[in-house]
């Protein structure tokens, strides 16, 4: 199998990448491992991963590629010094398969070489050649490859052939030895290049070389061979055909495909497989049979598509015999049994053919027990009786040639016995064992009871065949379903894009994401917080970013979602090992920015929130372990609305009770607004001690105690969030306001109406209840008892405006249209207005006021934070509804399940799932608990066996990963 570029290939690539990359700016770099790296190179509406490999290969890639979590050092360096330099050359140093790789220009120049042969290298270098970082330090040819030395390009080859005189020098000194030894190494042309062009002079690379003594073949073969290389080199200089192809390899596609039909009994449909050899440039088609050849635009891609399904073809491969080897055990075993069955016969055979010979030669078989008796009965020893019966034989004793051998240590004899039924030239005795304690009729019945013994063991025999067949069957068959199809599942399974952070999706439907280190904070919301997210944090150490990617806007986050968001803000915090509850808050997107004060830097993972917090309940400390499953797109529809969301709407509210309910708000909240600064500011009302984070900000212009209201509020903000929302009035006079108000505008002839009702109501005697002075109770400076809490009120407004002067004081109090304190009564604006105005233009004047506050409008707001350049590039994965909708967490029997994630999240959002099981804090290790769990599903007599199977393809490594730390199993297997 090629796992390498080839002079050839290099030339072919560098001609392909140069249309593909130049200009490309350097967005990022990755490494796979020490020697894969990942470049990420993109332009306005484009991107490109460009991989390098030291010592094998480089081209661009449309796979997935995992990247190392912790770049390397070498990494880092490439970081440094390439990030948004443009790609401005791919050169080859001279003609060796060395790479140069240029970005940058003038001063900023840095080149990346690529070593393609032997170990190989990747070497940073500056503009002047001087190595900065390298991946393998080493000396070659006594030259020094090692950071601060300058990498020697001028020792590069110029050449890709011989010339005329170099090709006879070698050809001279080389007889008897082949094209390929004498010449493969002297240039560089690779091996199908070099078997391509001399093919094309009807020559081969195994031709040896002629003595010189023979001058008519050495001419012929020079000639041949010289306009060989002329070819190879005009190939490599000449004009650049793209395209590729990759060879299969033949043996190894029909070796894997020669299992029986049983092999895909697992029920999983199985593509059929392929073994890829070699890649090669287009031009070398023609070398090979068409029909073990698969056809790419380019050869970038072929390269591509070569290297990123190699290892999965290994493990195709890999699994192929696993299946040849269960099925090996499989029939050596049957042979094994029918080996076995074989012999139990030949042996009842045997018994049975004995016994019938004892009785065929009854009376020969009694007389030699007699006469044995006899000598025995008469001591003589066993050698004076096997004289005896030798001298017998000798004298043509027809009875002692029927006795073959003694055994008297057993008391036996062994004779030869003929089938009188059988007499003829060709029939042989058989011999038998003759025991002398027994009779000729009891030795015959012996071994009709050894065939007897014979056939009951056979009998069993094969009952336990039958029965160790079909578990030995049966078994091999469910290690190579369960083999098919955890290979099936590793195929088919795609990894999202927002598995590398903590996730889950909420119980509405909205995907809830938290980082996991600072990195993947800092990312989360430079790349994936927008305007109409929420984003959720935890006060305690350690907690980590929680967005909630809203797909509905501008319908709001809804409550549910919200509290199960904070659950895991705190539950993944260091609240978890401290048992102590944090509060969490929650922001909108545009609240946050990485933008710090002057003089001020915020580290990697830290952000400045503007405007209001809004704290949410209290949580506990309770997370749930489970399993959602990938639907196929034909069981979609049996789970729509799986996960619903139940959006409220005014619409559903009567304008009338909408209507009276905010006059009632506004009114109260009105008396709140007047005169900041002023000492005889009333308290707070019930009201807002009971909701101390919520605020309405009002205009008011005060003669006669008439008020003229105005409500802002964020772009009809919804219903869902009244319970949560906030507002406030920073320093600066910017008002950050959420809730459930809507805009209201009266008209002219209502809010003259209305002032007037108020300054009757105003103007009537009030009843004065005497209340009694307590010594510990404050009173105000005319003698009158202050309210409670008014005095801390004063002191935090004095505090708060401490750096006003008065003049920025009447213009802020103009602004409110409140009254500074120790102004006189004026005449409200209400009252200046003339009775006979048009009543619309009183309204515009209502309006105009109204404007002076900005309004939040989360349609219109861009984020506080201008985003990198590579973030905007990066596009941002559409948070589509129809991406959840393909995930359930309760399958049912008919659905067809593609494989299963697991999912750590707050136990609320788990209700729903099949598989699940509470957890708290506790002292088990996360990964043994992460086994108890699974086995936990696993043994559940509700779990099918396709479940089972996808529960098992689950890795272990991916099983524990969004573990907060130490936990406990609260309980066994909740079942739905």
Not at 8 to 36: A, F, M, N, T, W
């Amino acid at each position: 199998m090629k796992s390498k570029l080839t002079t050839h290939d290099i030339v072919v690539l560098i001609h392909e990448l140069r249309e593909k990359l130049l200009g490309l700016r350097v967005d990022q770099v990755y490494d796979i491992d020490k020697k894969s790296y990942i470049i990420r190179l993109t332009k306005t509406n484009t991107k490109r991963m460009l991989l390098i490999e030291s010592g094998c290969r480089f081209h661009t890639t449309s796979f997935e590629w995992p990247k190392n979590p912790a770049p390397s050092g070498f990494t880092m360096k490439l970081r440094k010094h390439l990030v948004n330099k443009r790609l401005e050359s791919i050169n080859q140093v001279g003609v060796d398969r060395v790479v140069d790789f240029q970005f940058g220009i003038e001063s900023f120049t840095f080149h990346i070489f690529l070593e393609l042969y032997d170990k190989g290298n990747i070497i940073l270098t500056d503009q002047f050649l001087s190595i900065l970082s390298l991946v393998r330090p080493h000396t070659q040819d006594e030259t020094k490859i090692v950071p601060h030395e300058k990498f020697a390009v001028e020792k590069a080859k110029s050449s890709f052939s011989l010339t005329r005189e170099e090709m006879e020098i070698q050809l001279a000194s080389n007889p008897n030895k082949t094209l390929r030894e004498v010449l493969l190494s002297k240039i560089e042309f690779g091996p199908a290049l070099f078997s391509y062009v001399l093919k094309a002079e009807g020559l081969a690379p195994g031709n040896k070389i002629p003595l010189q003594e023979k001058m008519e073949d050495y001419k012929i073969l020079s000639d041949k061979l010289f306009c060989s290389l002329e070819r190879g080199r005009g190939i490599l200089e000449g004009e650049i055909q793209s395209g590729g192809f990759i060879l299969l390899d033949t043996k190894a596609t029909k070796k894997a495909a020669s299992l029986p039909s049983e092999a895909n009994a697992s029920g999983v449909n199985q593509q059929p497989f392929v073994v890829y050899d070699q890649f090669h440039p287009l031009l070398l088609a023609s070398n090979f049979i068409p029909e073990e050849i698969i056809h790419f635009p380019t050869l970038d891609e072929a390269v591509d598509d070569f290297f990123s399904k190699v290892e999965s073809q290994k493990i195709d491969l890999k699994q192929k015999n696993q299946e040849r080897e269960a099925y090996g055990r499989l029939e050596r075993m049957k042979l094994d049994q029918q080996k076995r069955l074989g012999e139990l016969q030949q042996v009842q055979e045997t018994d049975k053919r004995k016994a019938e010979l004892i009785m065929f030669n009854q009376e020969t078989v009694e007389q030699a027990i007699f006469i044995m008796r006899q000598l025995i009965a008469n001591q003589l020893s066993w050698d004076d009786i096997s004289e005896q019966i030798k001298e017998a034989k000798q004298s043509g004793d027809e009875l002692a040639s029927h006795i073959v051998a003694l055994n008297l240590i057993k008391n036996q004899i062994t004779m030869t016995l003929d089938d009188p039924y059988e007499a003829g030239e060709g029939a042989k005795g058989v011999t038998v064992e003759i025991n002398l304690d027994l009779s000729a009729y009891a030795n015959a019945s012996k071994y009709y009871d050894l065939k007897k013994a014979s056939a009951k063991k056979e009998e069993r025999t094969l009952e336990s065949q039958e029965k160790a067949l079909k578990s030995t069957e049966k078994k091999t068959m469910s290690s190579l379903r369960e083999v098919a199809t955890i290979q099936s599942i590793k195929k088919a399974r795609k990894v999202f894009w927002f598995e590398k952070f903590r996730w889950f999706i909420s119980s509405e439907n909205f995907i809830v994401l938290a980082g996991q280190d600072a990195q993947q904070n800092e990312l989360l919301v430079k790349r994936y917080l927008k305007p109409k997210d929420v984003y959720l944090h935890a006060d305690s150490h350690g907690a980590p970013t929680v967005i909630i990617k809203n797909d509905v806007a501008p319908d709001p986050v809804l409550p549910k979602t919200l509290n199960e968001a904070a659950a895991m803000a705190v539950c993944t915090s260091g609240a978890w090992d401290s048992k102590i509850i944090p509060a969490a808050w929650w922001v909108y997107g545009d609240q946050v920015s990485k933008s710090a004060p002057t003089g001020e830097y915020l580290p990697t993972g830290s952000f400045m929130i503007r405007g209001k917090k809004n704290f949410l309940p209290p949580t506990q400390l309770v997370l749930g372990f489970g399993f959602l499953f990938r639907l196929s797109d034909e069981s979609i529809p049996r789970h729509a609305n799986e996960r619903s969301r139940r959006l409220h709407t005014t619409s559903s509210i009567g304008e009338g009770s909408l209507r009276s309910s905010i006059s009632e708000d506004v009114t109260e909240a009105a008396d709140e607004a007047q005169d900041l600064s002023s000492d005889s500011n009333d308290s707070e009302s019930d009201e807002t001690e009971a909701f101390p984070d919520t605020e309405v900000e009002i205009a008011v212009e005060d003669k006669t105690e008439s008020r003229t209201r105005t409500i802002s509020n964020a772009s009809s903000a919804s219903v869902g969030l009244s319970d949560f929302g906030s507002s406030t009035l920073d320093s600066e006079g910017t008002v950050i306001t959420s809730g459930i108000l809507r805009e209201i505008s009266y008209d002219a002839a209502k809010l003259k109406k209305n002032a007037k009702k108020q300054m009757q109501k105003r103007t009537k005697p009030t009843e004065v209840v005497p209340v009694p002075v307590h010594r510990s109770e404050a009173t105000t400076s005319t003698g009158t008892k202050s309210k409670r809490g008014q005095h801390g009120r004063k002191k935090k407004l004095k505090e708060k405006y401490r750096f006003q002067d008065d003049e920025e004081r009447e213009l802020r109090m103009q602004l409110l249209q409140s009254k500074p304190k120790g102004s006189e009564s004026g005449p409200s604006i209400l009252e200046k207005i003339d009775e006979d105005v048009d009543p619309e233009s009183k309204l515009q004047s209502a309006e105009t006021r109204r404007s002076v506050i900005p309004k939040r409008d989360l349609k219109s707001e861009a984020p506080s934070e201008a985003i990198d350049d590579q973030d905007q590039l990066d596009p941002v994965p559409e948070m589509e509804t129809n991406l959840l909708n393909t995930l359930t967490g309760s399958p049912v029997e008919e659905d067809e399940l593609m494989f299963a994630i697991p999912v750590v999240a707050p136990y609320a959002a788990l209700q729903s799932y099949k598989f699940k099981i509470k957890m708290i804090p506790g002292s088990a290790k996360r990964g043994k608990a992460a086994r108890s769990a699974l086995e936990m599903f696993l043994r559940d007599k509700n779990t099918r066996p396709r479940e089972k199977d996808l529960l098992k393809s689950v890795k272990d490594q991916d099983l524990a990963r969004y573990f907060p730390g130490k936990v406990k199993l609260a309980g066994g297997v909740d079942k739905k």
